[in-house]
């Protein structure tokens, strides 16, 4: 409960009240995550290692007997109503449509869904690449499997949710950001095999912080270049399995495939593999660096990350760019990249612990005397997935 903004859980709760009178709801939560390292890798069947923070999506619910799906957010002051048994996808882009495609999803997987109200809260920034709409998911299905007594089972949900995104919601996803808020523990990032879907916990060693820094800049036209570079990978994979069937994905394919490949492929897409390919190794080099303690690596790692994203996979931009030099240049900045999609929002940087206060102000002053936006930098720590309040 430390890690949930106990104000928070109070506001929802008092506006459920209001909005829906009865009985007192339960509240569902769920985080939203930073990505230590390996990005973009996710659709490409690699590694990624995310970390969730304490900001959260809350739901605040109660069943209905009557079918029906019953939301108010309290972000967007608005009450949206649907048969919760007869949605179809696609279903929108809007706040409702985050929430209605997790019951479609449900639904189509054959789980129970009856009607339920909710009242939609949380302090994930929306639209700052920390993951709010997959908090937002998990947070439903963790109510959803509480209202209908399905037992919750994490890898599920974290699928059943990036088929809501997909399908419902229309926007072409990898699993990490799902997994990462119903399955993470507190106290470590997580290894993730988006091909098997294994885990292990890596734990992020005590003396170093993790902060966030968060340019303040929102791309609007991030989903079309996610989905060209997603096209990339896949013209890359179609070419190189037309000699070697058992590729699959560029998780099957090495530096010196891609070389070989480089004659039949656009300059581009060359590029674009070219990042993934090495940044599919990175999230398990990063797990060793910190197991061993070995921080000076883990910051190289993700120096190296943030210049293939920048070079290669291009979907850094300037403030990113900036506020990622500025860490670095901090003696107790150990490395730092940019996190999520890109196009804006945020980056990370690990820092020596002591010294988290005065970096945030030296970055953050650095910054500002450059970009006028609203950025903030706040260190932030692993805590745990999806659950119930009770
Ligand atoms: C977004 C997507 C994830 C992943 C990252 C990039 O956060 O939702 O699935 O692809 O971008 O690593």
């Known amino acids: 409960m430390n890690d949930i903004d106990s104000e928070l859980v109070r506001r929802v709760v008092v506006r459920f009240r209001e909005s829906f009178p009865g ?85 189509s997987e054959g789980l129970p869904v009856g009607g339920l109200d909710v009242v939609l809260d949380g302090d994930v920034p929306i639209g700052a690449g920390l993951s709010s709409s997959a908090a937002l998911e998990m947070a439903t299905a963790r109510a959803l499997c509480a209202a209908a007594g399905v037992p919750w089972d994490a890898v599920r949900m974290a699928k059943l949710g990036q088929t809501a995104e997909n399908r419902y919601v229309g926007m072409n996803c990898g699993i990490m950001d799902q997994f990462a808020s119903a399955a993470c523990e507190a106290g470590s990032a997580l290894l993730l095999d988006c091909r098997s879907l294994e885990t292990r916990a890596v734990p992020v060693p005590p003396g170093v912080a993790v902060v966030v820094m968060d340019t303040g800049a929102r791309r609007t036209l991030a989903a079309s270049a996610y989905n060209e570079r997603r096209a990339s990978c896949e013209r890359v994979v179609a070419e190189i399995a037309r000699a070697n069937p058992a590729v699959q994905a560029l998780r099957d394919v090495s530096a010196s495939d891609l070389e070989a490949a480089k004659a039949g492929l656009d300059e581009t897409d060359v590029k674009r593999a070219s990042h993934v390919v090495a940044e599919i190794a990175r999230p398990a080099a990063l797990a060793a660096a910190l197991a061993e303690g070995d921080l000076v690596k883990a910051g190289r ?61 030296e970055v953050l002053f650095g910054y500002k005397a450059t970009f006028d936006l609203p950025a903030a930098l706040y260190p932030c720590r692993p805590v745990a997935g999806a659950h119930l309040l009770e």
């Open 23 to 107: 009985e007192a709801p339960r509240v569902a939560v769920a985080p939203g995550r930073v990505n230590l390292i390996g990005e973009h890798t996710d659709y490409n069947d690699g590694f990624v290692l995310p970390m969730a923070i304490a900001r959260h999506a809350m739901v605040a619910f109660r069943p209905r007997a009557d079918g029906v799906l019953r939301a108010h957010s309290i972000a967007y002051g608005e009450t949206k109503e649907a048969a919760a048994g007869s949605l179809a996808a696609p279903g929108g882009h809007d706040w409702f449509a985050y929430v209605a495609g997790v019951v479609w999803a449900f639904a």
């Open 301 to 361: 790692l993700m120096k190296d990350s943030h210049v293939s994203l920048r070079d290669l996979y291009e979907v850094s931009c300037e403030e990113l760019d900036l506020v990622t030099s500025l860490a670095r240049r901090q003696p107790s900045c150990y490395g730092a990249r940019m996190t999520g999609a890109g196009f804006g929002g945020c980056a990370i940087a690990l820092v020596d612990a002591s010294d988290v206060d005065a970096f945030c102000e």
